[in-house]
């Protein structure tokens, strides 16, 4: 029994019974031609922060000059409580818009494993996401500990058993995507943050796929720490300033290793020794970057207006469309489903596997359909809830049919993929 | 002999001889009221960097979506090489843009003491700027190490005979501001560094307070790292990232503690183990700041365009200007000189002590001079080369006078600080 209908008529009325369809015109789209199924990579344009970051740079920069400082210096925690309220599940004070991914998961990992003396074994899998796996390997083997990677099926994603049979009692923190980068597989949040802590770890979740697409309940699941990005679903531009999370009750327990000016209690005493500031303050590095934050507000705000809710709604049943159409179009070609079936357990990307996925995936570019490669062989599919309608999918589909079914994509050389995870 | 006239129509005459006056209209100036000293706090804003910016916004991000990262992938190297060439006498891939100062002063001095093991010594001196003290500290305290601070004169800054008695067989790194945050004293690099180098260790310099203001000769005085940021004269923008130095025979032997996947060589292989790429990326951490990173390819030009050597030359003669008045004016009122008064042994910043320092900077504030207070009792004035003018120094230099002399300061309750270094 399928849902859906394979007539393009059918996706343009689902489209007009979208309730979020009317946020595609908060969006920068100069180019009608583009079918953009890369936002869980960089996601587009909100018109509202084109229009806040030219006031920001000509008034509070331009005008203000340093005068500005006196609200910038707020940005990061509003920012960050902006996360929390429309996206997270975190009431005030736990987030902080700052620094990278990467950088936040060394200095989360680092403090949690400094948390936890006579532990020595920080667990993950092997499908996290590269700069996870890395920073992990590379605080673990900094700090004479051990990096337990839990070997994982990856099209369907860690599971709670996975980490069940990983975690011991030399276990100081688990770390985790909680929406896998490749599969879109969606990780058992509440089950695997009990198992943690039953084992006595904390619980360090990754949100950089989830943040915006999926309602995600870090208190009331509670979770330890988490770090994500703000350029995907969250639309805050490219190379934007990441989030970390920090439970209220930890922030003081926690000690980080970049000791930072940004972090000192009593900055401008510039005194002689570090004191970091009680609070999620305590977690900033360096000066933080005024603009990207500016921008992470502006996305958090429009997502909070259209509800994770909805947004969770739709875009399970966007990522269920394009199954349905590549089920019955592209499995005959070739193409077999990389990502959980179940629309509970997923995301909002979609894997297609395909021996000739790399050169696909740029004979759709080049018809303007933007999606993404990713090794060994993989097309990844990503409709963000709040700017893709069910007609471009169900067009995107169309032409992945149409460049395997007439072998286009033999014009094209070799692999290609995309800078941004 | 005093070189100046005290008259403003003199200070005027200076500036009609300037051959950087006119460089004053490439910046955003809506408030013609304002007297800005504080370039060295938060550069202004050049017009060239709002355009590209707001094109940047537009038409790259809006328009270009993913696909703008095959070019913006290039921009952090080719921003430092950029800065490199034009500010930083650094032969080209040798400079990334990229994260905080504090951050890459934590990943640079982790990576100098993995590599002189045995070495349990970092140095630097008691008046370097929070961040690097406190982050060393953090640095030397994870890693068994010492930090060994310098006791310096506040208003002279370090001499490369201090530097010699705490330099010996023990010492991996000696990390020091070329130009101090607070008196503006210039520190001899190629001297200091030469020390440094004859007791074994590396040397790293802060060049937050000097690039862009004081030429820079990375490569001639055989430096082995730096740090900097270019909020400041570089004028990049409010948080816009920092850049770092690492001299090219050394980037293969150093292996910084963040491993981030965008230091990962073949990236999209996205592999098991992490390996550094060879070269500058491999200090990469995380995805890089696009737009803060575009500011600072403009900034750079923009001096570059300037030549730092006029940029050099007029910032010696308006600090100069600027004490030669406060000679005449200020001293009389209780001011004093916190600052070496050679023009060669500064940057392009100068302190003036009073014991009232602090309200006589809010004073200031209201009357449109902005400067900043800094603890315990100075008014520091940073008229950058390439926005100020010596009429602007004179009018300050006035205020400053004139609200000493009224007590003007007294409507005033307390000491206050704008957050940027």
Same mark, same amino acid.
């Given at each position: 029994?399928?849902?859906?209908?394979?007539?393009?008529?059918?996706?343009?009325?689902?489209? $007009?019974?979208?309730?979020?369809?009317?946020?595609?015109?908060?969006?920068?789209?100069?180019?009608?031609?583009?079918?953009?199924?890369?936002?869980?990579?960089?996601?587009?344009?909100?018109?509202?922060?084109?229009?806040?970051?030219?006031?920001?740079?000509?008034?509070?920069?331009?005008?203000?000059?340093?005068?500005?400082?006196?609200?910038?210096?707020?940005?990061?925690?509003?920012?960050?409580?902006?996360?929390?309220?429309?996206?997270?599940?975190?009431?005030?004070?736990?987030?902080?818009?700052?620094?990278?991914?990467?950088?936040?998961?060394?200095?989360?990992?680092?403090?949690?494993?400094?948390?936890?003396?006579?532990?020595?074994?920080?667990?993950?899998?092997?499908?996290?996401?590269?700069?996870?796996?890395?920073?992990?390997?590379?605080?673990?083997?900094?700090?004479? $500990?051990?990096?337990?990677?839990?070997?994982?099926?990856?099209?369907?994603?860690?599971?709670?058993?996975?980490?069940?049979?990983?975690?011991?009692?030399?276990?100081?923190?688990?770390?985790? *995507?909680?929406?896998?980068?490749? *599969?879109?597989?969606?990780?058992?949040?509440?089950?695997?943050?009990?198992?943690?802590?039953?084992?006595?770890?904390?619980?360090?979740?990754?949100?950089?796929?989830?943040?915006? *697409?999926?309602?995600?309940?870090?208190?009331?699941?509670?979770?330890?720490?988490?770090?994500?990005?703000?350029?995907?679903?969250?639309?805050?531009?490219?190379?934007?300033?990441?989030?970390?999370?920090?439970?209220?009750?930890?922030?003081?327990?926690?000690?980080?290793?970049?000791?930072?000016?940004?972090?000192?209690?009593?900055?401008?005493?510039?005194?002689?020794?570090?004191?970091?500031?009680?609070?999620?303050?305590?977690?900033?590095?360096?000066?933080?970057?005024?603009?990207?934050?500016?921008?992470?507000?502006?996305?958090?705000?429009?997502?909070?207006?259209?509800?994770?809710?909805?947004?969770?709604?739709?875009?399970?049943?966007?990522?269920?469309?394009?199954?349905?159409?590549?089920?019955?179009?592209?499995?005959?070609?070739?193409?077999?489903?990389?990502?959980?079936?179940?629309?509970?357990?997923?995301?909002?990307?979609?894997?297609?596997?395909?021996?000739?996925?790399?050169?696909?995936?740029?004979?759709?570019?080049?018809?303007?359909?933007?999606?993404?490669?990713?090794?060994?062989?993989?097309?990844?599919?990503?409709?963000?809830?709040?700017?893709? *309608?069910?007609?471009?999918?169900?067009?995107?589909?169309?032409?992945?049919?149409?460049?395997?079914?007439?072998?286009?994509?033999?014009?094209?050389?070799?692999?290609?993929?995309?800078? $941004?995870?």
């Amino acid at each position: 029994v399928t849902t859906f209908s394979l007539e393009r008529q059918d996706a343009r009325l689902l489209d $007009a019974a979208d309730p979020l369809a009317g946020f595609r015109d908060r969006f920068a789209r100069d180019d009608p031609g583009i079918i953009y199924l890369d936002g869980n990579s960089l996601g587009m344009l909100p018109l509202a922060t084109a229009e806040r970051l030219t006031r920001l740079i000509r008034d509070e920069w331009g005008g203000g000059l340093i005068r500005s400082w006196d609200h910038w210096i707020d940005l990061p925690v509003q920012a960050g409580d902006e996360l929390g309220r429309s996206l997270l599940g975190a009431a005030e004070g736990q987030v902080l818009v700052t620094d990278s991914t990467t950088v936040n998961l060394y200095k989360l990992s680092r403090a949690a494993l400094g948390a936890r003396p006579g532990r020595r074994v920080i667990v993950t899998d092997d499908d996290n996401f590269p700069t996870d796996r890395y920073v992990l390997a590379g605080v673990a083997g900094g700090q004479d $500990a051990e990096l337990r990677v839990i070997r994982t099926d990856m099209d369907q994603g860690v599971t709670a058993a996975d980490v069940r049979a990983a975690v011991a009692g030399d276990t100081a923190l688990v770390s985790l *995507s909680h929406v896998a980068y490749r *599969s879109g597989a969606l990780a058992d949040m509440p089950e695997i943050t009990r198992i943690a802590h039953d084992a006595g770890a904390l619980m360090l979740w990754d949100l950089c796929h989830s943040v915006g *697409s999926v309602p995600v309940d870090l208190d009331g699941d509670g979770a330890d720490l988490a770090v994500g990005c703000t350029y995907k679903y969250v639309n805050a531009g490219p190379g934007a300033p990441a989030f970390l999370y920090v439970r209220r009750d930890l922030q003081d327990q926690l000690r980080q290793p970049v000791q930072g000016w940004f972090s000192q209690q009593d900055m401008f005493a510039m005194g002689p020794a570090y004191q970091p500031v009680p609070g999620i303050r305590r977690f900033f590095a360096g000066t933080p970057d005024v603009l990207g934050i500016a921008a992470v507000e502006e996305g958090a705000r429009l997502l909070g207006e259209a509800g994770i809710g909805r947004l969770r709604d739709k875009g399970m049943r966007l990522t269920g469309y394009l199954i349905e159409l590549a089920d019955a179009w592209l499995a005959p070609l070739g193409f077999a489903l990389a990502s959980p079936r179940d629309p509970g357990r997923r995301g909002s990307h979609v894997c297609l596997r395909h021996s000739e996925a790399a050169r696909i995936c740029q004979a759709l570019a080049r018809a303007g359909v933007l999606a993404d490669f990713r090794a060994p062989d993989r097309l990844r599919l990503g409709p963000a809830p709040i700017t893709t *309608s069910f007609a471009e999918v169900w067009d995107a589909l169309d032409m992945v049919r149409q460049i395997t079914e007439n072998q286009v994509y033999q014009e094209f050389p070799a692999a290609a993929g995309a800078p $941004a995870g």
